[in-house]
T-cell receptor, first 113, second 112 residues
């Protein structure tokens, strides 16, 4: 049973475009939703995160939109750059009582120059 | 200073061998993890330790045995390696609540 579903599997945009990656979750006990960025040969690194009491969070060019009723959240990358080319993972966790991050399957983003 | 470091970075070994991967974190975190990333990049938790105690064991074959000598170290020992064990193994750590995990650079294990 996949508790966090992520789409698309891959995404190609031109420099300056706004890629959008979508995730949906099933377990309403999840209360923290981080996004991780992974470059080839490196470990995932925390990019931005949101709690379900907030509908949007912005950090630099990265924005998370959160729809609690639909159990969906998405990552938008404004003014995307070739250096943003990486694999992006959404995740969910029940903070404090359960230390298990449940990851989506990842989206390979390619930003062409 | 590297926050979460694991060694070795690459490991090539034959089927049936036993191997270990070491992990150390200098973040002062109480919780450490092992994740497995398969060829399709899917990340799945294997184990979690909190203050040296096992708190998550995700139906991993008992050929995999984690050991935490102290809360800054979590090692992974694998017995009787199989072809299907080939993957990238990531160590991670997190602070209170486990909401923000810091990952090591990964160990690419290839079983031939």
């Amino acid at each position: 049973q996949q508790q966090v579903k992520q789409s698309p599997q891959s995404l190609i945009v031109q420099k300056g475009g706004i890629p959008i990656i979508n995730c949906a979750y099933e377990n309403t006990a999840f209360d923290y939703f981080p996004w991780y960025q992974q470059f080839p040969g490196k470990g995932p690194a925390l990019l931005i995160a949101i709690r379900p009491d907030v509908s949007e969070k912005k950090e630099g060019r990265f924005t998370i939109s959160f729809n609690k009723s639909a159990k969906q959240f998405s990552l938008h990358i404004m003014d995307s750059q070739p250096g943003d080319s990486a694999t992006y993972f959404c995740a969910a966790i029940i903070g404090g009582s359960n230390y298990k991050l449940t990851f989506g399957k990842g989206t390979l983003l390619t930003v062409n120059p | 200073d590297t926050a979460v470091s694991q060694t070795p970075k690459y490991l090539v070994t034959q089927m049936g061998n036993d191997k270990s991967i070491k992990c150390e974190q200098n973040l002062g975190h109480d919780t450490m993890y092992w994740y497995k990333q398969d060829s399709k990049k899917f990340l799945k938790i294997m184990f979690s330790y909190n203050n040296k105690e096992l708190i998550i064991n995700e139906t991993v074959p008992n050929r995999f045995s984690p050991k935490s000598p102290d809360k800054a170290h979590l090692n992974l020992h694998i017995n009787s390696l199989e072809l299907g064990d080939s993957a990238v193994y990531f160590c991670a750590s997190s602070g209170e609540g486990g909401t923000e995990a810091f990952f090591g650079q990964g160990t690419r294990l290839t079983v031939v």
